[in-house]
Structure formats: structure tokens, C-alpha cells
């Protein structure tokens, strides 16, 4: 059986001295190797099968360089741009030196708070939460008072880098609306329309109550939490039904926003049936910017949340450990057909 590979292997590999290979594989302040030589000795641990002894450091009091970025497997196997922030984090954080753990939350606050201490135990310093966990306060202190660093996507932590949904709602929402007046609906899946879609819309409708609006321009399909199979193949039968069952009390609608992609998927396998043409007869908006949509043969408007734009700076906060409350822009592409042609032009909106 082989050894493990030691930093002097990596040293003579790069050409370096091992306190040079030590010294970046700490990420220690006292680097000033460049970029290059950075880049060439953690790629060459990469390649040698370098493993650190996180053991050996925790009891030395030593850091250990890891991270935990922690999301709902549910949403990640749901929601296009969480699983793809993930992953660019996981980028990010081995660029700058640092093993990432993966776990999941679930819906037990205690199992979230035993994931955490486990990882706490483990060394973990960093922590990043993918939205907010049931018990996500306690989650919170917990961390803290081990120590350790959380940051979020949710506004729901002290620590946080989020995206401004109102913003990117009332641009789809004013497009929308200036292009169809009132023939227009909101398909949403929880008990009432989500706080920020629904900020939006009362910025396009500041004379109607809360009761006006709801009544007038949304509709509550069946909500994700009663999925039991497969989500995608959910969100499009439901997104199919509740288009259906709405053109049925309001046929003279012109242009529908769905609370997410894979709900405007099935409503727009609805249209199509129903011999409507997208982009045309209907315009169409979802939220996320998933591949179905970015590559549909026809025009549907969407958001988003340019994770692969924001995933560095997210990674660089993270490691500060400083507060940090962020809000980040999205982009808004409004797509829809050139004029006398079937070609989709695109109005991208930041």
C-alpha cells in the first residue's frame, strides 16, 4: 500500500520549499507566493491525493480549513439556481484554499441542531445556509456560541448576501402589465401570495386592498410541500391544472406569472394544447432563468438570481467572518418575439 502524500512530495513537485507549500495550503497570511505558484501547488495536492490531518490540527487548536454549506435536499433537487449555487460555492471556497463539507436540513429542528454540533465537532469554521432551516435561530446560536462564522441567503440571519425579489418582481410585473393592462394573473403555491411577489404587486396596484389585488390578479395552485413524488413532474401537472381551471372563469387572459419555472412549464403545455400561441396570444413569465425556459423555442420572461456572478463574492464574505447584510440585484430577462418574425428578442433588465 502506497503512503499518503506529505507536503515535502509536493514541495519537490512544484519546486518550492514545504514551508512555501505549508504556508499556502493554510492559506496562511504570511503567503506571498503568487497566484501561479498557488494555483500550481494546490492543483499538484489535487493530483498527489493531498489529504490534511484535520484531526492533528483540532488538537493543536489549529484552524482546519473547512467549510459547511448547508441546503434543503428538497430544494436542491427542486430549485435549478440552488443546486448551481452550491456547486460554484464549492469552486469558490476550494480556489481559496478550503475543504467544503455538503449537508442537507430537514424538517426536524433537533436533526438540523445535531447536524450542526457534529460539524462543529469536526472542526467545521464557516458555515453557509442555503436559505432558512427549521430551528434556523437556534442554528444560528449554536454556532456562534462555538465560535464559528454563519452566512445566508435568507434575510432571516444577522449574516446574509440575498437578492432582491420585490425588485425583480416589479419588473416583470410593470412589463407585464404595461403590455396587457388588467388581463393579467399571478399563479402562486403557498396559503397566500409570497411577502415579496406579493410587495410587488401592491407597488403596481397601490390603490387596491390586499383583498382587491388577491381576488383580481393571483391564483393558489396546489403548494410543493404536498408533493410526494417526483417535483418537477408536480409543479408541471399542477401548473397545467390551475391554468386550466383559471382560463375557465377568465378566458380573456393575456399574460400569466408563475411563482417559478417548473409551474410555467405546465401552464405553458396548457396554452399550447389550447391552441394558444406563447408570446402571441399569451405572454408568459416564470422565476429562476432554468434551462427549460432559457432554451424554449418561445418567448418566456424569468429571473435570475446570477449565482455564478455572485458565488465569488458570497465565498469572500463568508471567510471574513465580519457581519455582512447584502442585497444583491437579479437579472430580468424579458423575452419576446421581433416583430413580423419568429425570432425571440431579449430585454435584459439588472
Same mark, same amino acid.
Given at each position: 500500500?502506497?503512503?499518503?502524500?506529505?507536503?515535502?512530495?509536493?514541495?519537490?513537485?512544484?519546486?518550492?520549499?514545504?514551508?512555501?507549500? #505549508?504556508?499556502?495550503?493554510?492559506?496562511?497570511? &504570511?503567503?506571498?507566493? #503568487?497566484?501561479?505558484?498557488?494555483?500550481?501547488?494546490?492543483?499538484?495536492?489535487?493530483?498527489?491525493?493531498?489529504?490534511?490531518?484535520?484531526?492533528?490540527?483540532? @488538537?493543536?487548536? $489549529?484552524?482546519?480549513?473547512?467549510?459547511?454549506?448547508?441546503?434543503?435536499?428538497?430544494?436542491?433537487? #427542486?430549485? !435549478?439556481?440552488?443546486?448551481?449555487?452550491?456547486? !460554484?460555492?464549492?469552486?469558490?471556497?476550494?480556489?481559496?484554499?478550503?475543504?467544503?463539507?455538503?449537508?442537507?436540513?430537514?424538517?426536524?429542528?433537533?436533526?438540523?441542531?445535531?447536524?450542526?454540533?457534529?460539524?462543529?465537532?469536526?472542526?467545521?469554521?464557516?458555515?453557509?445556509?442555503?436559505?432558512?432551516?427549521?430551528?434556523?435561530?437556534?442554528?444560528?446560536?449554536?454556532?456562534? !456560541? $462555538?465560535?464559528?462564522?454563519?452566512?445566508?441567503?435568507?434575510?432571516?440571519?444577522?449574516?446574509?448576501?440575498?437578492?432582491?425579489?420585490? $425588485?425583480?418582481?416589479?419588473?416583470?410585473?410593470?412589463?407585464?402589465?404595461?403590455?396587457? =393592462?388588467?388581463?393579467?394573473?399571478?399563479?402562486?403555491?403557498?396559503?397566500?401570495?409570497?411577502?415579496? =411577489?406579493?410587495?410587488?404587486?401592491?407597488?403596481?396596484?397601490?390603490?387596491?386592498?390586499?383583498?382587491?389585488?388577491?381576488?383580481?390578479?393571483?391564483?393558489?395552485?396546489?403548494?410543493?410541500?404536498?408533493?410526494?413524488?417526483?417535483?418537477?413532474?408536480?409543479?408541471?401537472?399542477?401548473?397545467?391544472?390551475?391554468?386550466?381551471?383559471?382560463?375557465?372563469?377568465?378566458?380573456?387572459?393575456?399574460?400569466?406569472?408563475?411563482?417559478?419555472?417548473?409551474?410555467?412549464?405546465?401552464?405553458?403545455?396548457?396554452?399550447?394544447?389550447?391552441?394558444?400561441?406563447?408570446?402571441?396570444?399569451?405572454?408568459?413569465?416564470?422565476?429562476?432563468?432554468?434551462?427549460?425556459? &432559457?432554451?424554449?423555442?418561445?418567448?418566456?420572461?424569468?429571473?435570475?438570481?446570477?449565482?455564478?456572478?455572485?458565488?465569488?463574492?458570497?465565498?469572500?464574505?463568508?471567510?471574513?467572518? !465580519?457581519?455582512?447584510?447584502?442585497?444583491?440585484? @437579479? #437579472?430580468?430577462?424579458?423575452?419576446?418575439?421581433?416583430?413580423?418574425?419568429?425570432?425571440?428578442?431579449?430585454? $435584459?433588465?439588472?
Amino acid at each position: 500500500m502506497s503512503r499518503p502524500c506529505s507536503l515535502k512530495d509536493i514541495a519537490q513537485e512544484c519546486g518550492v520549499s514545504v514551508s512555501t507549500v #505549508s504556508q499556502i495550503l493554510k492559506n496562511s497570511p &504570511r503567503d506571498y507566493s #503568487s497566484e501561479q505558484t498557488r494555483a500550481k501547488v494546490r492543483e499538484t495536492a489535487r493530483k498527489l491525493g493531498y489529504r490534511r490531518n484535520y484531526g492533528y490540527r483540532l @488538537m493543536r487548536g $489549529q484552524k482546519t480549513m473547512t467549510v459547511a454549506i448547508m441546503a434543503s435536499m428538497e430544494h436542491m433537487r #427542486s430549485e !435549478e439556481h440552488v443546486s448551481k449555487l452550491v456547486i !460554484e460555492l464549492m469552486s469558490c471556497f476550494d480556489h481559496h484554499g478550503y475543504a467544503s463539507y455538503f449537508n442537507t436540513f430537514v424538517y426536524d429542528a433537533q436533526e438540523n441542531l445535531n447536524k450542526v454540533r457534529d460539524l462543529l465537532a469536526r472542526g467545521v469554521e464557516c458555515f453557509v445556509a442555503v436559505g432558512a432551516p427549521v430551528g434556523h435561530k437556534e442554528l444560528e446560536r449554536e454556532i456562534e !456560541e $462555538q465560535g464559528g462564522y454563519l452566512i445566508s441567503t435568507s434575510r432571516e440571519f444577522k449574516n446574509y448576501i440575498a437578492v432582491d425579489i420585490t $425588485q425583480a418582481s416589479c419588473r416583470i410585473i410593470r412589463y407585464l402589465h404595461e403590455k396587457v =393592462r388588467d388581463d393579467f394573473c399571478f399563479f402562486y403555491f403557498c396559503d397566500f401570495p409570497p411577502p415579496a =411577489r406579493f410587495a410587488a404587486l401592491k407597488k403596481e396596484f397601490p390603490t387596491l386592498t390586499a383583498e382587491e389585488i388577491c381576488c383580481r390578479y393571483t391564483h393558489k395552485c396546489r403548494s410543493y410541500k404536498e408533493c410526494r413524488d417526483n417535483y418537477p413532474d408536480f409543479a408541471f401537472r399542477e401548473g397545467y391544472a390551475a391554468t386550466e381551471e383559471v382560463y375557465r372563469v377568465k378566458p380573456e387572459l393575456k399574460a400569466l406569472f408563475y411563482e417559478n419555472d417548473s409551474y410555467a412549464l405546465g401552464g405553458i403545455a396548457y396554452l399550447i394544447q389550447a391552441g394558444k400561441q406563447i408570446g402571441r396570444d399569451v405572454l408568459v413569465a416564470g422565476y429562476n432563468n432554468d434551462s427549460a425556459i &432559457r432554451n424554449a423555442p418561445y418567448p418566456v420572461s424569468s429571473v435570475d438570481h446570477d449565482w455564478e456572478r455572485h458565488a465569488p463574492l458570497f465565498a469572500e464574505k463568508a471567510l471574513k467572518n !465580519e457581519p455582512c447584510r447584502m442585497i444583491l440585484e @437579479m #437579472s430580468v430577462h424579458l423575452r419576446e418575439y421581433i416583430p413580423g418574425t419568429n425570432r425571440i428578442h431579449e430585454i $435584459q433588465s439588472t
